[in-house]
C-alpha cells in the first residue's frame, strides 16, 4: 500500500513542479496562460481521478484472486492428504512382503558369514 501511496505523492508533487515551472518560465500572456492553466489542471485531475479508479479496481481484484488461490490451495492440500492415505493404504500388503524378504536376506547374509568363517 506505501508504494501506491508514494506514486501518488509523486504524482501530486510532479504535478506541482511543472505548475511552478510553467507559471515561470512561460511565453504566452497572462489570460492565455490561465486558460491553459486550466485545461490543464482539468486534465490532472481526471488522470488522478483514473489513477485512483485503477487502483481501487487493482486492490479488488488481488483481494479477489487472494480467495480463489486459498481456496484452490485447500482443495489441492485435501486432495493430496487423500492421496497419500491411499498410498500408504496400497503399500501395505507389499510392507509386510518386503519385511519378509529383507529377514530373509539378513539370515543369508549371516549364513555366507559363517561359511566364509569356517
Known amino acids: 500500500m506505501s508504494k501506491g501511496r508514494s506514486l501518488v505523492a509523486g504524482l501530486l508533487v510532479g504535478g506541482v513542479i511543472g505548475?511552478?515551472?510553467a507559471l515561470l518560465t512561460t511565453p504566452t500572456s497572462g489570460k492565455n496562460?490561465?486558460?491553459?492553466?486550466?485545461?490543464?489542471?482539468g486534465k490532472f485531475q481526471d488522470t488522478v481521478n483514473k489513477l485512483k479508479n485503477d487502483g481501487v479496481a487493482l486492490k479488488e481484484q488481488v483481494i479477489k484472486t487472494a480467495q480463489e488461490g486459498a481456496e484452490i490451495i485447500k482443495?489441492?492440500?485435501s486432495e493430496l492428504q487423500s492421496s497419500i492415505q491411499e498410498w500408504k493404504e496400497a503399500i501395505k500388503p507389499h510392507q509386510q512382503?518386503?519385511?519378509k524378504e529383507i529377514a530373509e536376506i539378513?539370515?543369508?547374509?549371516k549364513q555366507l558369514e559363517?561359511?566364509?568363517?569356517n
Open 114 to 117: 559363517k561359511t566364509l568363517q
Open 33 to 41: 496562460f490561465r486558460k491553459q492553466l486550466k485545461t490543464n489542471c
Open 75 to 77: 482443495d489441492v492440500g
Open 19 to 21: 505548475g511552478v515551472t
Open 106 to 109: 539378513e539370515d543369508k547374509i
Open 97 to 99: 512382503d518386503l519385511k
